[in-house]
């Protein structure tokens, strides 16, 4: 197992770099990783020409067009697109040239916008999706099914074992930083920083604060990836629902933005007050994810998100200097 070969999809991104730290961390030595540049992943014929050459055990599934409120806004038209083709293309090649054992991550936003709360795997696509970032979860949805009809039809013919891991929203080192394109953790971490180094009165922040959100340190998840990719087959689907390949991966708590704002706000070191644009856009009220799946699995996070914002905090400085 060890000396498998493992092609980590979207090794430059937060989620990607972390996989694979913790994979070499554990003691696997044949990792392939590919830049944009090098691999376009929404070109079919580049990356099954790519699959058949390197002759892959193993596919980490990070690579992803990913981005907060306003730029699922701005551009649906890429996140529908740029995420149907390199999930198509890796999927469906990996098939094609003998992959056994692939882990795709979606998203949470993937589940309806109204739902009872704490959300369960069964619940994707009980009712209608949050509007402001459909093409997105259409996009990863299409990616768990794939998973799922691509185990139906080839699982026991040739022996695929395709899974998927909802993760909360993420947070942690390599996170995109951009105001308007990044999501809430990053943007409020930039916003606060700039607003204490202008010392400025006070900080804006979208949305009445009311919202609230489950968050978890890309760290957790890089464990999380590699221990449901490494669980027993029989285990594994054994604690699924039929035809389901998808598990949620998440803390089990939730803090509302407002109460984010404020531990970002103290983490800082920001003196002024926090104001909320309220003609600006909530989303969902509530995305808390029941993670007791993942839990018997033997899966728990460990670091709490006040330690986690801190350690963000200390890897934003020292990017900026």
């Not at 070109?43 to 020409?49: L, S």
């Not at 306003?70 to 890796?90: D, G, Q, R, T």
């Not at 629902?241 to 998440?250: A, C, Q, R, T, Y």
């Given at each position: 197992m060890l000396k498998d070969k493992i092609f980590v999809a979207g090794h430059k991104g937060m989620v990607g770099s972390s996989i694979v730290k913790h994979l070499q961390e554990n003691g696997y030595k044949n990792i392939i990783t590919k830049s944009h540049?090098?691999?376009?992943?929404?070109?079919?014929?580049?990356?099954?020409?790519?699959?058949?050459?390197?002759?892959?055990?193993?596919?980490?599934?990070?690579?992803?067009?990913?981005?907060?409120?306003?730029?699922?806004?701005?551009?649906?038209?890429?996140?529908?697109?740029?995420?149907?083709?390199?999930?198509?293309?890796?999927?469906?090649?990996?098939?094609?040239?003998?992959?056994?054992?692939?882990?795709?991550?979606?998203?949470?936003?993937?589940?309806?916008?109204?739902?009872?709360?704490?959300?369960?795997?069964?619940d994707l696509l009980s009712n209608k999706l949050e509007f402001t970032n459909e093409p997105y979860a259409i996009a990863k949805i299409a990616g768990i099914k794939m998973c799922e009809s691509y185990n139906r039809q080839y699982g026991k013919t040739h022996g695929l074992d395709y899974r998927s891991i909802m993760p909360s929203n993420l947070y942690g080192p390599g996170d995109n930083y951009h105001l308007k394109n990044s999501h809430v953790i990053p943007a409020l971490i930039k916003k606060f920083h700039n607003s204490k180094k202008k010392k400025l009165p006070f900080v804006t922040i979208w949305g009445t604060g009311k919202p609230k959100r489950e968050f978890l340190h890309v760290h957790d998840l890089a464990k999380a990836c590699i221990h449901v990719m490494n669980?027993?087959?029989?285990?594994?689907?054994?604690?699924?629902?039929?035809?389901?390949?998808?598990?949620?991966?998440?803390?089990?708590?939730?803090?509302?933005?407002?109460?984010?704002a404020e531990i970002i706000r103290e983490t800082v070191g920001y003196n002024g007050k926090i104001k909320f644009d309220k003609s600006k856009p909530d989303g969902t009220l509530s995305k808390l994810m029941d993670n007791s799946r993942i839990r018997k699995l033997k899966w728990k996070d460990e670091i709490n998100l006040e330690d986690g914002l801190k350690q963000v905090y200390s890897d934003f400085k020292k990017k900026i200097k």
């Open positions: 540049i090098e691999l376009d992943l929404t070109n079919q014929k580049a990356v099954i020409d790519f699959f058949k050459k390197k002759k892959i055990n193993q596919i980490y599934l990070a690579a992803a067009k990913v981005g907060g409120i306003y730029a699922n806004s701005k551009f649906p038209a890429e996140f529908i697109y740029k995420n149907l083709m390199i999930e198509a293309n890796i999927i469906h090649s990996a098939y094609l040239c003998g992959v056994k054992k692939l882990l795709f991550l979606g998203s949470s936003c993937i589940y309806p916008k109204k739902i009872k709360i704490p959300i369960k795997e069964e669980i027993n087959k029989k285990l594994y689907y054994s604690n699924l629902s039929k035809f389901s390949s998808h598990i949620n991966v998440g803390s089990g708590k939730e803090i509302t933005i407002k109460e984010l």
